[in-house]
Each structure stands twice: as C-alpha cells, then as structure tokens.
C-alpha cells in the first residue's frame, strides 16, 4: 500500500454504457484466437457481467425498485473502487478521473463513493470530447464535453468535525460564479455549461465535507419512495454532493436567464416560459432525458407533469420532446392569447397564426389581446429568440428535418414580427448576429 504516484481513470458511466455486454462480441472472437495464448483469461464462455460497476435494472429483474438498487450498487461497487485506489496511492499521491453523465444521480454517486473512500476533489476540468456531428447525438441533449475531477488523499478530520451546509452553499454558488463565464467564453454552452460547472461546485464542497444541515430538511416523496424501496432511514440534517449540484444548477441558470436578456432584468420571466426557454438553451434540442427535466422544472419551480407534459412537451418513455406552436395548437395545448397563464401562450398564439395565416394576422391577434402591454412580454420574446434554432432563410444552411425544423419556424416568424412591430423595444438576437 502506499506505493503508488498516480491513478488515472476513466470509470464507467453510470447507466450510460452495459460495457460487458457489449463486449461479448468481441469476447467470443478473441477467445478463439488469443484465447490460446492466454487461455486463464478467456475460462469464461462470455464475459463477466455480475461483478461490472455499472448501475444496471437488469442485474435486480423482478425485484421492487430495480433502478434505485442499481444505481445503490453502483455507489458500492465504486467506493470499493476508490478504497482501494486509496490504499495504493501515496500520501501525495494524485487520482484524476474522466466523467461524463447528464444526470445528477450519477455524479452524485460518484462523488459519494470518492469522498467516502478518502479522497478531495482539488480540481476539475471540461474538456470537449465528442464531435458535434456525431449522428448519434442529432437532435438529442447529448454531453459534448467529459469532466476531468483531479482528486487527492484527504487528511484525517476529527471524528466529530463538520461545517454547516447552510453556510457552505454561497461558497458553493461564489465559486461557480466565477468560473461560468471564463467556461461560456472557451464555448461551452448547452448542457455541457452545467457539467463544467459541476467540478467547481464539487471542489468547494469537498473541500468542507463532511457537512451537515443546521435546519432538517423536508423528506420529498420521490425520496421516500426510493428509501421504502432500499430500507434506508430519512436523515433530515443529511447533506450530499446532489445539494451541491443542484445548487450550481440554480446559479447557471440565473447567470444564463440574466446573459440571454443581456441586462438585470426589469421583469421577470413566468415559470412556464423560464423553463421553456432555459429548456432550449440547456438541452439544445428538442428532445432530452426527462429526469433531466424534472430538475430543471425544479430549479425554475415549476410541477413537470401537470404545468409542462400534455401542455409543452410530451412525454415518451424515459425522453421529454418539446412541442412547437402548431404541434401545441393541433394538441389544443395552448393557453388563453393574452399571457395570463403564460406568455409563451401568447407568442405560440402568433407564430402559430403567422405560420398559418401572414403576419398581420398575427399582429392583429396580439393588439386584441393586450399582451404586449404586459411588463414581461418584451423579455419573453427576447429570451424565445435568443434560444430557438435559427432558420434556414437566415443561415443560408439546408433545412434540417422534424421538430428541429419546426422549432426553427417558430424563430422565422417570431423574428418577423419582432421587426414589424417591436424592433424599437426589442434588440435583435445576438445568435442572429453570427449569420448576418
């Protein structure tokens, strides 16, 4: 023990890859070729798929709560990981691991096991890995960027040593701030703006664990169903990396709301047109995971299923797909024209009418129903055009196809009628400038 450097390490992603699976393709072959030179390392007829660290239903089929016991050994089998990576490293000895998962479960896990088995987190680093015209990403809120965590052995705390989450969190927050603009300027945007993000606000947490609430907190009832699944008892003064997260999540989100409007804002957004817009701009995309949406709708403080799903998007297995004006206006989705459930209502109501009609139609519908006097109405149209995709009559770029190409409609018309009757109040999108 003690001996070595340095441990570098990609692990597995969660639930994102079933490595063993996929490699039993491989497996057969090699073991009719190397196999007979290493035949110890082929005694298996497939590979071995009981003792892989990932977070997998399958290994818990017909068991309750298969997902929550997957992703609960996942956490155990990577702690057992750090633990031993612990053991063997150096007292000044450096862990630095590469990660890349959308959801705050995984990281949270992650995290956990890191700091349970010894270690700090002392840097973090984005790094884009994965090309944009990938096919496999198109038209999804995939991960462009993995993060680097740099950890080391952290020392020895007294048995009965802790600080207080509640005054660790502006720490967490400060620290985000200051590195969510230096991360936007190298051109991370999207998804992967709050991933990079994620490493700074895990720095500073680690760097105070173990924490504890001075307040308890409330048992939310998605938690109380996933510890009556896992036997675990509710700890109300409990802290975790995922309070960490979400917080960095709060803060990117203010930062980016107050970047697309370019000023503090005078009004502010309603719920429902905050998350649809920091929706497009998170995901980049139409469609996204939809526990990624859940905590998004958190952070904005909206209820995901009854103000957004059958009413925005809708929801398809496991992925959330944002609707656009017509598809919203054939679903009868669309809320009253004058905003006062939600000035996306308002501006769905035009696009849709310009789409269908011309302009002045849509112009007329919004004089009728007033909703341009209304304090936000400026900032919600700003904010829609700052995060839609741009069309094709602007680019000049082939159209794309499906509700890329739908979306991008609803910016053609919105961008009209900005011009015909808001230009004075009204600046023109900033993504519109890098196409004229």
């Known amino acids: 023990s003690g001996s070595v450097d340095a441990v570098v390490m990609d692990p597995p992603y969660y639930d994102n890859v079933m490595y063993a699976e996929l490699s039993d393709f491989f497996y057969v072959w090699l073991k009719r070729t190397a196999g007979h030179v290493v035949p110890e390392l082929f005694s298996r007829r ?5 003792n892989e660290a990932v977070a997998n239903p399958a290994r818990h089929a017909g068991e309750r709560g298969a997902k929550a016991l997957a992703g609960r050994d996942y956490q155990e089998r990577m702690a057992r990981i750090f633990a031993e990576c612990r053991r063997l490293l150096k007292d000044d000895g450096i862990l630095t691991l590469m990660f890349t998962h959308k959801a705050t479960g995984a990281w949270d896990a992650l995290t956990q096991g890191l700091l349970e088995s010894g270690f700090t987190i002392t840097a973090s680093w984005p790094i884009n890995t994965e090309a944009e015209g990938s096919l496999h990403i198109k038209d999804k809120a995939a991960a462009n960027s993995t993060i680097f965590l740099v950890c080391r052995p952290r020392p020895q705390a007294a048995p009965d040593k802790h600080d207080y989450w509640e005054e660790v969190e502006p720490l967490v927050k400060q620290a985000v701030r200051q590195k969510v603009d230096a991360f936007q300027q190298a051109g991370i945007r999207g998804v992967d703006l709050y991933l990079s993000c994620f490493g700074p606000a895990l720095e500073e947490f680690a760097r105070h664990w173990p924490l504890r609430r001075g307040n308890p907190k409330e048992n939310p009832a998605t938690r109380r169903r996933q510890q009556s699944l896992l036997a675990e008892a509710f700890d109300p003064y409990a802290v975790t990396p995922e309070d960490a997260l979400e917080a960095a999540r709060r803060e990117v989100k203010q930062w980016r709301l107050e970047q697309l409007l370019h000023t503090q804002r005078q009004a502010e957004l309603d719920p429902h047109t905050e998350w ?35 009413r925005l998007a809708e929801k398809k297995t496991s992925t959330l797909i944002l609707w656009d004006s017509s598809k919203r206006a054939a679903k009868g989705a669309l809320g009253p024209a004058d905003g006062s459930r939600s000035l996306l209502d308002t501006l769905h109501h035009a ?23 209304q304090p936000g109405f400026e900032n919600a149209l700003q904010a829609v055009l700052e995060v839609l995709p741009v069309s094709s009559t602007f680019t000049h770029v082939a159209d794309e196809s499906g509700p890329i190409a739908d979306a991008a409609s609803d910016f053609e018309v919105l961008e009209n009628l900005r011009r015909l009757a808001f230009s004075a109040q009204v600046p023109q999108p900033e993504q519109l400038k890098l196409w004229l």
């Open 46 to 50: 497939l590979t071995d798929k009981e």
């Open 276 to 310: 649809f817009v920091l929706a497009w701009d998170t995901f980049r995309a139409p469609q996204f995971p939809y526990d990624e949406a859940l905590r998004l709708a958190r952070v904005v403080g909206v209820d995901l299923d009854r103000d957004i799903v059958g």
């Open 351 to 373: 696009a849709h009418r310009a789409r269908s009609l011309t302009l002045e139609a849509a112009r007329e519908l919004l004089d009728q129903s007033g909703a341009p006097a």
